[in-house]
């Protein structure tokens, strides 16, 4: 299992990436509602990063397949 740091740094590249390759998707990214807390100091789990990366890299999958 990935450390909180390594997905941290995961997810920042994927993040760079998209907002400078595919900035048409990056404006979109604060809409994702996983990134929307429900709660007004949330515990964020190793879990909820993965999947949050998982999702990132889902989008940006989904993009080059409908686009190029």
């Known amino acids: 299992m990935k450390t909180v740091k390594e997905l941290l740094t ?3 590249t994927v993040t760079r990436n998209i907002e400078t390759n595919y900035p048409e ?3 979109h990214l604060d809409e994702i509602p996983s990134t929307i807390p429900s709660e007004k100091n949330p515990e964020i789990s190793t879990k909820e990063l ?3 990366l ?4 889902a989008i940006i999958t989904k993009y080059k ?3 190029q």
């Open 10 to 12: 995961e997810i920042s």
């Open 25 to 27: 998707v990056y404006e």
């Open 50 to 52: 993965e999947d949050y």
């Open 54 to 57: 998982e999702s990132l890299i």
């Open 65 to 67: 397949e409908e686009h």
